[in-house]
């Protein structure tokens, strides 16, 4: 039996070559999980989302549908089983070809933009809608095998690489402080402090206190450690509502979901006739192709960089791998029902423990899987406990902005504008955006056009065509 774990252990360390990252099996599984517990989160959250664009029996949309769940709807159900199936393939898949330690799902801004946008607004059904998601993917497929989007990533100057890494950073810190109530809206100066005599608040300052103490002390799991105290401390407090709680439970059918494209009614669709539903769907399939495209830039080049993965040439460690795999994935999502798979930042609370390849990201796709039967376990873990992670991941990305090369004025302002834009506008893809926007401008009104890409060049336009069509 020792020597069948051993000869298992020798294939793994080989394959995954874990020495080589400085990194092990008990270090790797322990970030897996931290990844995991630190996004379980879209299990609940997709659903939610899509159940508002008429993925639901009674087809309501918006608010009309919020009092439907999993339990209770059999759409929403296959939703649930759905975006646990679309995560673990692409999770894995990212693990197990690109050898990268990134968890892929369904992305939330994306999904947002697929319920409210093109079903509530434009008017498409759900079913056109998947199948708008289905063109993009098999574009990013085309893109991938043909090299363009790594050539995009090659093109883009080094200090925009690096303020990505630390907007994301900011990004992500945001995420959490939104998600635990100590940052909420204010109409008079956009944001402000929570109410710290809420019991959701105070947990939440709890979590970030134990966090940071572990990290601090160098603690192995920190994150995950951290997660599972703020959730016990929760339970008296009346957030960790444990009455719900089961161990296990089947997963919900995915039959009403499963391969339900409209082509005919997306073609069909839209005023103007079929020239007019032909400009509508180009501006959809192109606004969900820029954003999970620069999105999923955003966050690789971004977490790529807290985990020590950039190569002596600068590039990131197996991306056209991990690009592919994220086209392969975002195909798929279609079949099952649900929207474009994006890498989530989350995966950096897994690279924060010390994930470093693509072991990390085999686990937290078994996890999804497991998640099939373990909806009843997973609810139970409050948005105050996983939002501590988020600001301190935030706190361990912001780092690299030391990097930046603030000295040169032509360099500095894309720099700030990719990396402010991103917490601000609540958006990755966006600060991308505006970094490439003002890059070339600054080059040319300095006479150093030559220094630009032309590459970046065509992205800076195509931006701002985008913005003016579309410009939410």
Same mark, same amino acid.
């Given at each position: 039996?020792?020597?069948?774990?051993?000869?298992?252990?020798?294939?793994?360390? %080989?394959?995954?070559?874990?020495?080589?990252?400085?990194? &092990?099996?008990? !270090?790797? +599984?322990? @970030? #897996?999980?931290?990844? /995991?517990?630190?996004?379980?989160?879209?299990?609940?959250?997709?659903?939610?989302?899509?159940?508002?664009?008429?993925?639901?029996?009674?087809?309501?949309?918006?608010?009309?549908?919020?009092?439907?769940?999993?339990?209770?709807?059999?759409?929403?159900?296959?939703?649930?089983?759905?975006?646990?199936?679309?995560?673990?393939?692409?999770?894995?898949?990212?693990?197990?070809?690109?050898?990268?330690?990134?968890?892929?799902?369904?992305?939330?801004?994306?999904?947002?933009?697929?319920?409210?946008?093109?079903?509530?607004?434009?008017?498409?059904?759900?079913?056109?809608?998947?199948?708008?998601?289905?063109?993009?993917?098999?574009?990013?497929?085309?893109?991938?095998?043909?090299?363009? %989007?790594?050539?995009?990533?090659?093109?883009?100057?080094? &200090?925009?690489? !690096?303020? +990505?890494? @630390? #907007?994301?950073?900011? /990004?992500?810190?945001?995420?959490?402080?939104?998600?635990?109530?100590?940052?909420?809206?204010?109409?008079?100066?956009?944001?402000?402090?929570?109410?710290?005599?809420?019991?959701?608040?105070?947990?939440?300052?709890?979590?970030?206190?134990?966090?940071?103490?572990?990290?601090?002390?160098?603690?192995?799991?920190?994150?995950?450690?951290?997660?599972?105290?703020?959730?016990?401390?929760?339970?008296?407090?009346?957030?960790?509502?444990?009455?719900?709680?089961?161990?296990?439970?089947?997963?919900?059918?995915?039959?009403?979901?499963?391969?339900?494209?409209?082509?005919?009614?997306?073609?069909?669709?839209?005023?103007?006739?079929?020239?007019?539903?032909?400009?509508?769907?180009?501006?959809?399939?192109?606004?969900?192709?820029?954003?999970?495209?620069?999105?999923?830039?955003?966050?690789?080049? #971004?977490?790529?960089?807290?985990?020590?993965?950039?190569?002596?040439?600068?590039?990131?460690?197996?991306?056209?791998?991990?690009?592919?795999?994220?086209?392969?994935?975002?195909?798929?999502?279609?079949?099952?029902?649900?929207?474009?798979?994006?890498?989530?930042?989350?995966?950096?609370?897994?690279?924060?423990?010390?994930?470093?390849?693509?072991?990390?990201?085999?686990?937290?796709?078994?996890?999804?899987?497991?998640?099939?039967?373990?909806?009843?376990?997973?609810?139970?873990?409050?948005?105050?406990?996983?939002?501590?992670?988020?600001?301190?991941?935030?706190?361990?990305?912001?780092?690299?902005?030391?990097?930046?090369?603030?000295?040169?004025?032509?360099?500095?302002?894309?720099?700030?504008?990719?990396?402010?834009?991103?917490?601000?506008?609540?958006?990755?893809?966006?600060?991308?955006?505006?970094?490439?926007?003002?890059?070339?401008?600054?080059?040319?009104?300095?006479?150093?056009?030559?220094?630009?890409?032309?590459?970046?060049?065509?992205?800076?336009?195509?931006?701002?065509?985008?913005?003016?069509?579309?410009?939410?």
């Amino acid at each position: 039996m020792g020597n069948t774990n051993r000869k298992s252990e020798s294939f793994i360390e %080989r394959y995954f070559q874990l020495s080589k990252y400085g990194t &092990n099996v008990k !270090t790797e +599984i322990v @970030a #897996g999980i931290t990844t /995991f517990v630190t996004m379980a989160y879209v299990l609940l959250v997709i659903p939610s989302l899509l159940k508002a664009a008429g993925m639901n029996s009674a087809g309501l949309l918006g608010d009309e549908a919020s009092t439907l769940t999993i339990f209770n709807d059999p759409i929403v159900g296959a939703l649930f089983t759905a975006t646990c199936l679309i995560s673990a393939y692409g999770t894995l898949q990212m693990g197990i070809f690109a050898k990268l330690p990134f968890a892929t799902a369904p992305g939330l801004g994306l999904t947002a933009f697929f319920a409210y946008t093109v079903v509530v607004d434009l008017g498409y059904t759900w079913q056109q809608g998947l199948a708008a998601v289905m063109i993009s993917g098999i574009l990013f497929i085309i893109i991938t095998v043909t090299s363009i %989007r790594e050539k995009i990533i090659d093109a883009l100057p080094v &200090n925009i690489r !690096t303020a +990505i890494g @630390a #907007g994301v950073g900011l /990004f992500i810190a945001l995420v959490g402080l939104k998600s635990g109530g100590l940052i909420v809206s204010n109409p008079a100066n956009l944001v402000e402090f929570g109410d710290f005599t809420n019991p959701g608040v105070l947990l939440t300052l709890i979590g970030i206190i134990i966090t940071a103490i572990l990290m601090a002390k160098d603690v192995k799991g920190a994150m995950l450690i951290s997660i599972i105290i703020t959730t016990i401390i929760g339970i008296p407090m009346g957030i960790t509502n444990i009455e719900g709680i089961k161990l296990f439970s089947a997963p919900p059918s995915i039959a009403p979901t499963f391969m339900k494209w409209d082509f005919t009614g997306l073609l069909g669709n839209g005023e103007g006739g079929f020239v007019g539903a032909l400009i509508n769907i180009g501006m959809v399939v192109m606004t969900i192709s820029f954003v999970d495209l620069f999105d999923n830039i955003g966050t690789l080049l #971004g977490t790529a960089q807290r985990g020590n993965m950039i190569e002596p040439n600068g590039k990131v460690r197996n991306m056209n791998r991990a690009l592919l795999s994220d086209s392969i994935a975002t195909t798929l999502s279609s079949f099952f029902g649900t929207t474009t798979t994006s890498t989530y930042v989350e995966s950096t609370a897994g690279i924060a423990a010390g994930g470093r390849t693509g072991l990390t990201s085999v686990v937290t796709g078994v996890l999804f899987l497991a998640s099939l039967f373990l909806s009843g376990v997973i609810g139970i873990v409050p948005t105050q406990a996983t939002a501590p992670a988020l600001v301190i991941v935030g706190v361990l990305m912001i780092q690299s902005v030391v990097n930046i090369d603030f000295s040169d004025f032509t360099e500095a302002v894309p720099a700030f504008f990719t990396l402010a834009i991103m917490p601000f506008t609540f958006s990755i893809a966006n600060g991308v955006a505006a970094g490439i926007i003002f890059y070339p401008i600054m080059k040319l009104v300095t006479g150093r056009h030559k220094e630009v890409n032309p590459i970046i060049y065509i992205l800076a336009i195509l931006f701002i065509i985008r913005f003016a069509l579309l410009p939410n």
